[in-house]
């Protein structure tokens, strides 16, 4: 009977490597869920912290590219492709001045951003005369776009300009 209540020098040994598991778990842990309320708390802050960036660096992303135009605006509002054959692009200078090829004709404009708002002049264009009326209609809805443009959205590789009501009017590629 004396023996069940004595601990042999194999049980002594097990029940101290047990213990010393414990010890050792038990600040990993703890470690463990400090370290990930620290990488939430860390990812709050770049969120938030960020986010007047983002709007910020908008403004300045565009005008890192030179835009060609993808889609843009018909009279009925529906997105059409580019003409085959015409170039129509963007350049955003920093200087507050866009210009570029409107399919035919060059022009230039001044712009503003804030935020993701942008706004746009009337633009100068020259006077050259193209023969393709479906060139000429385009150029046309292209400025037209460009000046109902009150909203941007940009990404690694496109553009989006969107007017009053949410709509998308132009859809820019990275030249």
Known sequence: MNDDLQESPQDRENAETDRAAILQSQPIGLTLYIA???????????????????KAS????????????????????????????????ALFGSDGN??????????????????????????????????????MQQESA???????????RISESNLKLYDKSGKTVLVFVKQ
């Open 142 to 152: 292209y400025i037209h776009d460009l000046l109902s443009a009150v909203e941007l």
């Open 98 to 135: 866009v210009s570029g090829s409107a399919g035919c004709n060059q022009y230039t404009a001044s712009y503003k951003v804030r935020d993701f708002a942008i706004s746009t002049s009337s633009p100068t264009l020259t006077k050259i005369f193209c023969s393709d009326p479906n060139v």
């Open 36 to 54: 990930l309320g620290l990488v939430g708390l860390l990812v709050l802050l770049i969120i938030f912290i960020n986010i007047p960036g983002i």
């Open 58 to 89: 908008a403004g300045v992303s565009m005008t890192l590219s030179s835009w060609m135009l993808q889609s843009y605006g018909d009279t009925t509002g529906t997105l059409v492709l580019v003409e085959p054959g015409t170039q129509v692009t």
